[in-house]
């Protein structure tokens, strides 16, 4: 039973950074995987904000593009969201998935596997 748990959310203001953290635990031995992050902003439907498939390929929405950076550190089963230039629009619930495989969508449908979310508030 793999296990998602996330951190690092907050309160900031805009232009601001914060970085998420997933720490992963359990079965999760697979050569082939897609890890990312949704999130869900209040009063509307769950997003999918960025994705890295086990090679390393990385995936953004393009509302973060250049803005947003997900990272993954294997030895510690940890994988990261730094959010920089922050925006009050980024404000949302934000989500761990995972699932084996490769070709990471943003379909939520997809992932067997999700945290119980980190909130994230940007102020203007």
């Known amino acids: 039973q793999v296990q998602l748990v996330e951190s690092g959310g907050g309160s900031v203001q805009a232009g601001g950074s914060l970085r998420l953290s997933c720490a992963v635990s359990?079965?999760?031995?697979?050569?082939?995987?897609?890890m990312g992050w949704f999130r869900q902003p209040p009063g509307k439907e769950r997003e999918g904000v960025a994705t890295i498939e086990s090679d390393g390929t990385t995936n953004y929405a393009n509302s973060v593009k250049g803005r947003f950076t997900i990272s993954q550190d294997n030895a510690k089963n940890t994988l990261y969201l730094q959010m920089n230039s922050l925006e009050p629009e980024d404000t949302a619930m934000y989500y761990c998935?995972?699932?084996?495989?490769?070709?990471?969508?943003?379909?939520?449908?997809?992932?067997?596997?999700w945290g119980q979310g980190t909130q994230v508030t940007v102020s203007s």
């Open positions: 359990g079965y999760t031995f697979r050569y082939t995987y897609c």
């Open positions: 998935v995972r699932r084996p495989g490769r070709l990471c969508r943003f379909e939520w449908g997809d992932y067997q596997n």
